[in-house]
C-alpha cells in the first residue's frame, strides 16, 4: 500500500500541475463575464464534445455507479440504456433549438435563456435560485475526491475533503469556463481509457473460454452470494426495482442532458452546423466511459461483500486487479472524474449569480445604478468571488461522508429537471410561446412535487421521484398555458420567435 501511496502522490501531483497550468493560460484569455460562462462562445466542436461528456459522467460514474452494481448486481446495468440513450436523446431533442435560438438572445446561462424567452424576471431570479441545487452534485463530487485521498494518500476523510474543495475552488476561481472545458477534454480521454482497461479486465481475469462462457461464469458467481444480483429488476436496489422504476432512470436522464453545466456547453460552441460533430463526440466518449459499470460486478465476483464501502468497491477491485502504479493511475482518473464536473457546475452557478441576478435583475431593473462598464467589472469579479462560497457549503453538506454519493448527486439533478424542463420544451417546441405566468407555475409546481415526493418518502428512488415531477412541470404549462390562452400568435420556436 506505501507504494501505490507514493505513486498516487507523484501522479496526482504532476496532473494538478497539469491542470493548474492550463487553469493560468486560461485565465489570460478571459475579459468579460462571457469569456468565464461559455468560453466567449468561440469553441470547436470536438473539444466541447469531449467536455460534455467528461461533465456528463462525473465521479458518480467512476466510483458511485460501480458501487451500485457492486451492492444491486445486474439490474444496474439499466445505467446503459439511461445514460446512453436518455442522455443522448435529450441533447438532440432540445440541445440544436436552443443553439439557434441562443444566435439571438446572446444568453449565457439556462436562467438567462429562459428569462429572456418568456421576459420573466421571476423565471430568470426563481430558475437561478434552483440551480443551487447543485451544490449537492458538488457535494458528491468532493465525496470522491475525498474517498480517494482517504483510501490511497492515507489521509483522514476530512483531510482529503477539504484538500478536494481547497484544489477544485482555486482552479475554477482561475481559470472559468476555458479552463473547465479544456482540462475537461483531457480527463475525457483518460477516463475513456481508464473504462475500458477495467471492462477488458474482468474479461482475462474471469477468462472461461469464450465471451459468453465468461459473463455466464460471472453471473453464477453473483448468483450464489444472492439471487438478486442476476435478477433483470433487483427488489434490493434503491433506482432498479421495476420497470416504472428503470423508466424513471431513463426519464431523468433525459431531463438531466438539459442540465445548465451542460447547456452552458451548448452556448459555447462556434458554429450551429457543427452540433451533430460535439453530439457524436459526446455519444463516442460517453459509451466507452460506461463500460466502467462492470468494474462494480468484477468486484462483487472477486471480493464479495467485503469491500470496504460500496462508494470504494471499484478501487478495492483495481488494488485487488493491478500492479501500483496502474492501481494510483487509477486514482488520479476517479479525481479527474470528480474534477470534469464539479468545476463546470462552479462556473454555471457562479454565472447565475453575476448575470442572471445582479446584471439582468438587479442592473437592468435599475435596482443597482451602475455605468454598463462598471457593472461587467462587478459581474465579472462576483462570478469568481461566488466560486469560494459555494465551495464552502458543498463542503458542509458532506462534512460526514454520506452512504451513496449517488444519491446525493441526484438530489440536486432531479430538483433542477423537475423545476426547469416544462419551460425548456415548452420554448423549443410549442408553436405559440407560452404565457410567463404558466412557465413561473410550471417551475414552481415541477420543483414542489418533486420535494414533496422525495423528501416525504412517498417515491424513495431520488431519480424516479425526479421523473415523476418533471412530468407533473410539464403537464403544468401545458394545462396553464391552454388555460391562459394568450391572445397573439407568436412564430414558431425554431424560426426564432422570442
Given at each position: 500500500m506505501e507504494q501505490i501511496t507514493l505513486y498516487t502522490w507523484i501522479g496526482f501531483s504532476a496532473f494538478l500541475l497539469l491542470m493548474l497550468a492550463v487553469g493560468y493560460l486560461s485565465s489570460?484569455?478571459?475579459?468579460?463575464?462571457?469569456?468565464?460562462?461559455?468560453?466567449?462562445g468561440k469553441l470547436g466542436p470536438y473539444v466541447l464534445g469531449f467536455s460534455f461528456a467528461a461533465t456528463y459522467l462525473s465521479a458518480a460514474t467512476f466510483l458511485g455507479y460501480p458501487g451500485w452494481s457492486h451492492?444491486?448486481?445486474?439490474?444496474?446495468?439499466?445505467?446503459?440504456?439511461?445514460?446512453?440513450?436518455?442522455?443522448?436523446?435529450?441533447?438532440?431533442?432540445?440541445?440544436?433549438?436552443v443553439r439557434k435560438l441562443n444566435t439571438k438572445q446572446k444568453s449565457l446561462s439556462l436562467p438567462d435563456w429562459l428569462g429572456d424567452f418568456y421576459k420573466s424576471d421571476i423565471l430568470r431570479v426563481g430558475t437561478a435560485l434552483i440551480l443551487l441545487f447543485n451544490i449537492f452534485y458538488i457535494a458528491a463530487q468532493f465525496v470522491a475526491g475525498a474517498r480517494i485521498f482517504e483510501y490511497l494518500l492515507g489521509m483522514s476523510y476530512t483531510t482529503g475533503l477539504i484538500l478536494i474543495a481547497v484544489i477544485v475552488v482555486v482552479y475554477v476561481f482561475a481559470g472559468g469556463a476555458l479552463a473547465d472545458i479544456y482540462t475537461d477534454a483531457i480527463q475525457a480521454v483518460l477516463m475513456a481509457v481508464t473504462a475500458i482497461v477495467i471492462f477488458i479486465s474482468g474479461i482475462v481475469i474471469?477468462?472461461?473460454?469464450?465471451?459468453a462462457d465468461t459473463f455466464s461464469g460471472i453471473s453464477g458467481n453473483l448468483a450464489s452470494q444472492n439471487e438478486n444480483l442476476v435478477k433483470v429488476f433487483n427488489p434490493e436496489s434503491l433506482h432498479f426495482y421495476s420497470f416504472g422504476a428503470v423508466f424513471g432512470a431513463i426519464a431523468i436522464q433525459w431531463a438531466f442532458a438539459s442540465a445548465p453545466h451542460l447547456f452552458n456547453k451548448v452556448l459555447g460552441l462556434k458554429h450551429e452546423k457543427d452540433l451533430g460533430k460535439m453530439i457524436a463526440t459526446y455519444v463516442i466518449?460517453?459509451?466507452?466511459?460506461?463500460?466502467?459499470?462492470f468494474g462494480g460486478l468484477y468486484s462483487r465476483a472477486a471480493l464479495g461483500d467485503s469491500v470496504a464501502a460500496a462508494d470504494l468497491a471499484l478501487v478495492d477491485y483495481i488494488?485487488?486487479?493491478?500492479?501500483a502504479i496502474f492501481?494510483?493511475?487509477?486514482?488520479?482518473?476517479?479525481?479527474?472524474?470528480?474534477?470534469?464536473?464539479?468545476?463546470?457546475?462552479?462556473?454555471?452557478?457562479?454565472?447565475?449569480?453575476a448575470n442572471d441576478i445582479f446584471l439582468k435583475f438587479l442592473v437592468k431593473r435599475g435596482i443597482v445604478k451602475v455605468s454598463d462598464e462598471k457593472a461587467q467589472r462587478i459581474a465579472f469579479q462576483i462570478s469568481r468571488m461566488t466560486v469560494p462560497v459555494i465551495g464552502l457549503l458543498a463542503l458542509l453538506i458532506v462534512i460526514r461522508p454520506p452512504e451513496y454519493m449517488g444519491d446525493i448527486m441526484w438530489i440536486g439533478i432531479s430538483g433542477i429537471a423537475a423545476g426547469t424542463m416544462g419551460p425548456i420544451l415548452q420554448a423549443v417546441y410549442a408553436k405559440r410561446r407560452a404565457p410567463a405566468r404558466a412557465a413561473e407555475l410550471s417551475m414552481i409546481v415541477g420543483l414542489g412535487s418533486y420535494l414533496f415526493l422525495y423528501f416525504s418518502g412517498i417515491i424513495p428512488s431520488t431519480m424516479s421521484a425526479g421523473a415523476v415531477a418533471t412530468f407533473i412541470g410539464i403537464a403544468t404549462i401545458n394545462i396553464a398555458s391552454w388555460v391562459l390562452r394568450p391572445s397573439t400568435a407568436v412564430k414558431p420556436a425554431e424560426e426564432g420567435g422570442s
Open positions: 489570460k484569455k478571459m475579459k468579460t463575464i462571457g469569456d468565464f460562462a461559455t468560453g466567449g451492492e444491486w448486481g445486474l439490474s444496474n446495468l439499466w445505467l446503459f440504456l439511461a445514460m446512453i440513450g436518455g442522455g443522448p436523446i435529450g441533447v438532440l431533442m432540445v440541445a440544436k433549438k474471469f477468462w472461461r473460454g469464450s465471451i466518449v460517453a459509451s466507452l466511459c460506461v463500460l466502467v459499470l488494488i485487488w486487479a493491478f500492479p492501481v494510483a493511475f487509477f486514482g488520479v482518473v476517479i479525481l479527474a472524474a470528480a474534477m470534469s464536473t464539479t468545476d463546470g457546475i462552479f462556473v454555471s452557478i457562479s454565472t447565475v449569480f
